[in-house]
């Protein structure tokens, strides 16, 4: 049987207008390509954008922004442009080698290539094709984060990755993926009209406009996002592992591959399965938390790992975080901030509620009620602002260029808050940060 398909393809989340979504143009280039086809990826720098904006969705906005208009530069005649997250993905079945591309100023990007064989049924194409982009999008961020690296193809740029990377910066290589199951294993279409593609029952970061549009002055703004999706979450007073991390479940295979115990080639499909695997955990674990929190309230798909929309109050997100996050016990946990909207802006309600979803991330781990869900202008007590002090201190102990330090760079941003959310026995600590 023919794999589905979605034509014309759907808008791609989030970006602007004429950006069609990878998965769906993916999924026509299998149905329609045999032979080889030409696949490039460029992808972003978007934590940096964010830090640099001092806001995630204008951060945002500005990488998406960048990437529509690299593709606006290429022969559009030639290379079918599509996106996703933070990706951008040209496919030509005609050219042999990458296209031409200016990339802009405002937004540090990386890109690669490589040509990829597709033979078989669709469902063969289809899976060849997905995992080829795997690779190629790991190349680009590789080639965006060490712009020493020259070669362009996908291949000879990961076959450096041993040499280039400790095990620990090459299983967070690996954890990166490019292109969510949409629908199934099967590659068939199976989000209704308004869902995000690549979630089906997850509702659009398109549809958020007319969430808010409907919201009254009681309804809360809400945010969440997985903790430590890479490297899990530990508990603070033991040190017990509470969750799995993407990276950290591809580190033994990293290792042996740094150790030249086992090829590239064997590390990719391992790798690339895996992700799939949790990618599709993740898929569901999003849906849990937006289904819960119906029908008073709305999540939207907006933050990759995340959601973002308006609950009826913080007791309704706090329910929806401990139902997810009991479903994947052990596997993934969400954090949530939330916000009231009363009077303010929708802008205003949305830099709290992210506040407070920082404040989850320096107590994970810590058993504190607030490392699940917080609610901006609910007081941390001495126990949790010891928790959270403690975190905010190893980072800054830690120095910048160290995992999790632009937590440290919220908090500073953030300090007035923090000097309402700590009891003053805390504030001459949060002074010295």
Same mark, same amino acid.
Request: net charge neutral; charged share 20%; glycine share 12%.
């Given at each position: 049987?023919?794999?589905?398909?979605?034509?014309?393809?759907?808008?791609?989340?989030?970006?602007?207008?004429?950006?069609?979504?990878?998965?769906?143009?993916?999924?026509?280039?299998?149905?329609?390509?045999?032979?080889?086809?030409?696949?490039?990826?460029?992808?972003?720098?978007?934590?940096?954008?964010?830090?640099?904006?001092?806001?995630?969705?204008?951060?945002?906005?500005?990488?998406?922004?960048?990437?529509?208009?690299?593709?606006?530069?290429?022969?559009?005649?030639?290379?079918?442009?599509?996106?996703?997250?933070?990706?951008?993905?040209?496919?030509?079945?005609?050219?042999?080698?990458?296209?031409?591309?200016?990339?802009?100023?405002?937004?540090?990007?990386?890109?690669?290539?490589?040509?990829?064989?597709?033979?078989?049924?669709?469902?063969?194409?289809?899976?060849?094709?997905?995992?080829?982009?795997?690779?190629?999008?790991?190349?680009?961020?590789?080639?965006?984060?060490?712009?020493?690296?020259?070669?362009?193809?996908?291949?000879?740029?990961?076959?450096?990755?041993?040499?280039?990377?400790?095990?620990?910066?090459?299983?967070?290589?690996?954890?990166?993926?490019?292109?969510?199951?949409?629908?199934?294993?099967?590659?068939?279409?199976?989000?209704?009209?308004?869902?995000?593609?690549?979630?089906?029952?997850?509702?659009?970061?398109?549809?958020?406009?007319?969430?808010?549009?409907?919201?009254?002055?009681?309804?809360?703004?809400?945010?969440?996002?997985?903790?430590?999706?890479?490297?899990?979450?530990?508990?603070?007073?033991?040190?017990?592992?509470?969750?799995?991390?993407?990276?950290? !479940? @591809?580190?033994?295979?990293?290792?042996?591959?740094?150790? *030249?115990? #086992?090829?590239? =080639? %064997?590390? &990719?499909?391992? /790798?690339?399965?895996?992700?799939?695997?949790?990618?599709?955990?993740?898929?569901?674990?999003?849906?849990?938390?937006?289904?819960?929190?119906?029908?008073?309230? !709305? @999540?939207?798909?907006?933050?990759?790992?995340?959601?973002? *929309?308006? #609950?009826?109050? =913080? %007791?309704? &997100?706090?329910? /929806?975080?401990?139902?997810?996050?009991?479903?994947?016990?052990?596997?993934?946990?969400?954090?949530?901030?939330?916000?009231?909207?009363?009077?303010?802006?929708?802008?205003?309600?949305?830099?709290?509620?992210?506040?407070?979803?920082?404040?989850?991330?320096?107590?994970?781990?810590?058993?504190?009620?607030?490392?699940?869900?917080?609610?901006?202008?609910?007081?941390?007590?001495?126990?949790?602002?010891?928790?959270?002090?403690?975190?905010?201190?190893?980072?800054?102990?830690?120095?910048?260029?160290?995992?999790?330090?632009?937590?440290?760079?919220?908090?500073?941003?953030?300090?007035?808050?923090?000097?309402?959310?700590?009891?003053?026995?805390?504030?001459?600590?949060?002074?010295?940060?």
């Amino acid at each position: 049987m023919r794999a589905a398909f979605v034509w014309p393809p759907r808008a791609a989340p989030g970006f602007p207008a004429g950006c069609p979504d990878a998965g769906d143009v993916l999924a026509r280039v299998a149905e329609e390509t045999g032979g080889e086809v030409t696949v490039t990826v460029v992808t972003s720098a978007l934590r940096a954008t964010v830090e640099d904006s001092g806001d995630h969705d204008s951060g945002l906005r500005r990488v998406r922004d960048s990437l529509a208009s690299v593709a606006g530069g290429t022969d559009s005649g030639r290379w079918a442009a599509s996106y996703y997250g933070k990706d951008l993905v040209l496919t030509s079945p005609d050219a042999v080698g990458p296209p031409r591309m200016l990339l802009g100023d405002g937004v540090r990007h990386g890109w690669a290539w490589d040509r990829v064989r597709l033979d078989g049924g669709v469902a063969q194409r289809r899976a060849a094709l997905l995992s080829a982009c795997y690779e190629v999008s790991m190349a680009a961020r590789l080639r965006r984060d060490r712009p020493d690296v020259r070669e362009a193809r996908s291949g000879p740029v990961i076959d450096r990755v041993p040499h280039l990377l400790s095990p620990v910066r090459a299983a967070s290589l690996l954890a990166g993926v490019l292109v969510r199951p949409s629908g199934g294993a099967d590659g068939a279409g199976g989000a209704a009209p308004g869902e995000d593609p690549r979630l089906p029952g997850v509702p659009s970061a398109d549809g958020w406009a007319a969430t808010v549009a409907a919201g009254t002055p009681t309804d809360h703004y809400a945010v969440t996002d997985v903790h430590d999706i890479e490297w899990g979450t530990v508990r603070r007073a033991d040190g017990e592992r509470l969750t799995e991390g993407n990276a950290r !479940q @591809l580190l033994p295979l990293a290792e042996a591959w740094s150790a *030249g115990e #086992v090829g590239t =080639a %064997a590390v &990719l499909e391992e /790798a690339y399965h895996v992700r799939l695997a949790r990618e599709t955990e993740l898929a569901h674990h999003l849906r849990a938390l937006s289904d819960a929190v119906r029908p008073g309230g !709305q @999540l939207h798909a907006t933050l990759g790992d995340g959601l973002s *929309g308006l #609950v009826p109050d =913080a %007791a309704t &997100l706090r329910m /929806a975080v401990g139902a997810a996050n009991r479903r994947t016990g052990g596997r993934m946990h969400s954090g949530a901030g939330a916000a009231p909207l009363t009077v303010m802006d929708v802008a205003g309600a949305r830099e709290r509620a992210h506040f407070s979803l920082h404040v989850t991330k320096t107590l994970k781990g810590s058993g504190a009620p607030q490392a699940e869900t917080h609610a901006f202008g609910e007081p941390l007590d001495a126990e949790a602002a010891a928790y959270a002090l403690d975190f905010l201190t190893g980072l800054a102990r830690a120095g910048a260029g160290q995992a999790g330090h632009h937590h440290l760079l919220h908090a500073r941003r953030w300090r007035d808050w923090w000097l309402e959310h700590l009891p003053p026995s805390a504030h001459r600590t949060l002074a010295r940060l």
